[in-house]
């Protein structure tokens, strides 16, 4: 069931799955909304967006190990997209970032209608405090995805 993100129910360990320095996770959940998925009482995801003057950005997509694979990112994609077509005014798209490994996270981002609009190179090397490893490869390169808001309508 979807929720909306309340401040002292932080799921700390899915907020630092997707974004392992907390520093920047605080720093966007000062100034963004979140959305959980809760099954019987316990957060299994949360996603978190932040609107600017021009566009609406996902910071933060995560999804417990355990209940990977059974929608609920779309789930929480698709509640975003709700929230974020009733909050538009200027913005003209979503954008989304992950790294270039990601592979099921950019699979469900394309699904989901994000189109990849660029890459920066070693982003994650020249960002973070240590290195990232998904699936045992070190994380270097980051993807940046957008979807017009038009078409949510």
Known sequence: MIE???ANELPWALLLDADPEKEKVLAYLEQGEGIIWKENGETLGVLIFVATKDEF????VAVAP????KGIGGLLLEAAFQQIEEEAENQTQIIIRTGSITSAALHLYQKKGFSEIS???DYFIKNYAGPIYEEGILLRDQVTLAKSIQSLR
């Open 66 to 69: 355990q209940s990977q694979g």
């Open 57 to 60: 950005e996902i910071m933060n």
């Open 119 to 121: 890459r920066e190179k």
């Open 4 to 6: 909306k993100l309340k």
